[in-house]
């Protein structure tokens, strides 16, 4: 399969790029830094590092034309002055139409997972305010995702630990998952990334993701 990585020099998206690599896909990495991005244990043939901006229409639409599937694990400030994750999606959306490419897997908050029937957890009185602008360019990201004609999962991440993964993770429809320690490594959410590729499980869901709670 050839993918096409958003994000692939940050600390999900390298490990992306290492397990999609590992699987046996052809990746091409696309960010404004790829140049230095790969060690040299991940140097590889099957790796394409495409120098562009998530802005720029034809860069994009270059980085997605001949793809089979798309994975975005766009970042970006906490501020909400820094529109990466939602015009950089509405840019990668619409890039993807127009050249055929049907498959996202993109990474945003868990703000957008249902706290109820009615409501999700970004509309919760308890929602931390510091992490509101973050949460709202997530959920904007999303909501393009849901317009589109696109076969997309969206993954409702909580917070991310920078370490490899393990593959000890659980994952749920629309909710966060029940026995969840409310993280997860960087590394599992790789792992479901490029598993959600191949399986296809969670088509047109948002997906609340976490390591497992340990028992004691």
């Not at 290492?18 to 060690?39: Q, T, W, Y």
């Not at 120098?51 to 694990?73: C, P």
Request: glycine share 10%; hydrophobic share 40%; proline share 2%.
């Amino acid at each position: 399969m050839l993918i096409t990585i958003f994000g692939a020099s940050g600390n999900v998206g390298k490990r992306v790029v290492s397990v999609a690599l590992a699987k046996g896909h052809e990746v091409r990495a696309f960010g404004r830094n790829v140049e230095g991005f790969i060690d040299a244990d991940l140097a590889h043939r099957n790796i394409h590092a495409i120098r562009g901006y998530v802005f720029n229409e034809e860069d994009v639409f270059k980085a997605v034309q001949g793809a089979d599937a798309v994975l975005s694990v766009l970042g970006g400030d906490f501020l909400g002055t820094d529109k990466t994750r939602s015009l950089g999606m509405k840019n990668i959306i619409h890039q993807m139409e127009k050249a055929g490419v049907k498959r996202i897997v993109a990474l945003g908050g868990m703000g957008v997972l249902q706290q109820d029937e009615n409501s999700i957890i970004l509309e919760s009185e308890h929602y931390p305010e510091q992490y509101l602008p973050v949460g709202r360019e997530h959920l904007e990201a999303y909501s393009y995702l849901k317009e589109s004609s696109l076969n997309w999962t969206f993954i409702g991440s909580p917070d991310i630990k920078d370490e490899e993964g393990d593959g000890l993770f659980t994952v749920k429809d629309s909710y966060v998952p029940d026995n969840n320690a409310g993280h997860i490594k960087a590394g599992n959410i790789a792992l479901f990334m490029v598993m959600e590729l191949e399986k296809n499980e969670h088509i047109k869901k948002a997906v609340g993701i976490s390591d497992i709670e340990a028992t004691s």
